[in-house]
């Protein structure tokens, strides 16, 4: 099984990207590929820059990884409620291309915060439009209190209730 993992986010140390790796490598014998959507970085969507460019290459690349992917996993980081600038950018030209973005795919939709809300605003926001762009979401899980429940230098989390959880999600990528 390949599996895509990334963080929609652009920070370089995300801890969202953190929690997708984790995820990703939960699944035993999986070919796991964990993506930095700065990688992916293009100018502001508008319709003028796509008249004036077409489709970016990277818009390209990020559509294929999906493709090639067997299952898909991602850390929605929240900014003031909603997606971050970034990721939104990268869909928005994703989109483009073609609106079913997720191609059907089975997808695990993870994300985590600081604070005790865990990012949950975003993370209802990416689910709930998910079927709209073919996303096949098998499960959804918030995790609060990142540095309460991760241990960033282990890699994993050491809440064993929300580790129980992130187990039954992933495995439902495999059925």
């Not at 035993?28 to 489709?55: T, W």
């Not at 975003?122 to 959804?140: C, M």
Request: no cysteine; glycine share 6%; proline share 4%.
């Amino acid at each position: 099984m390949k599996v895509l993992a990334f963080a929609a986010s652009n920070s370089e140390k995300s801890i969202n990207k953190q929690l997708a790796t984790y995820a990703a490598n939960l699944i035993e014998g999986a070919d796991v590929e964990v993506l930095d959507i700065n990688d992916y970085e293009m100018p502001i969507f508008s319709d003028k820059r796509e008249a004036q460019l077409g489709q970016p290459q990277q818009a390209k690349d990020f559509f294929s990884k999906i493709g090639e992917a067997d299952a898909i996993i991602i850390s929605f980081a929240e900014h003031n409620g909603s997606y971050t600038a970034a990721f939104k950018n990268l869909f928005d030209w994703t989109s483009r291309i073609d609106m079913k973005v997720y191609q059907n795919k089975p997808v695990l939709m993870l994300a985590t915060s600081p604070g005790p809300g865990g990012a949950s605003s975003v993370l209802a926001a990416a689910s709930g439009s998910a079927p709209y762009f073919a996303a096949d979401v098998k499960s959804t899980l918030s995790i609060p209190s990142f540095f309460d429940n991760f241990d960033v230098e282990a890699g994993k989390l050491t809440n064993s209730e929300l580790n129980d959880q992130l187990q039954k999600a992933v495995a439902k990528l495999s059925l």
